[in-house]
């Protein structure tokens, strides 16, 4: 069973992120911000994807991508994002509001079936 961690300071779309990825058969991780995240994975190494909000207080998502691949290096990032932002260099971006199935394809493009 593939792992995800998702982060983001807001909690109610955290649920709603949680709740779909579970739903879809993902073992789900979370955390409310960028410090909170890095612990999370210092303690359950086994996160095979972060997907992080973009904007946040103290640490921002690229940041948290950046020390969170320094220590695993074939962590998966998907980015999401309610604000027009240029993510060319840093990856995959899901823009907010997303539905259950657009979350469910982007996953599923960065984690595919072993």
Do not use: H, W
Not at 34 to 48: C, Q, T, Y
Not at 59 to 86: I, Q
Request: glycine fraction near 8%; avoid cysteine; charged fraction near 25%.
């Amino acid at each position: 069973m593939k792992t995800i961690l998702v982060v983001d300071d807001d909690a109610d779309v955290r649920d709603y992120a949680i709740s779909v990825l579970e739903d879809f058969g993902y073992r789900v991780l979370s955390a409310g911000d960028g410090e909170a995240a890095l612990s999370v994975l210092e303690r359950d190494g086994k996160v095979d994807l972060l997907f992080t909000d973009v904007v946040m207080p103290g640490l921002d998502g690229f940041e948290v991508a950046r020390r969170a691949k320094a220590s695993v290096p074939n962590l998966k990032v998907l980015f999401a994002s309610g604000y027009a932002t240029d993510l060319t260099q840093a990856g995959r971006l899901l823009r907010k509001p997303y539905r259950p199935q657009q979350l469910a394809t982007e996953v599923s493009a960065l984690l595919p079936s072993d």
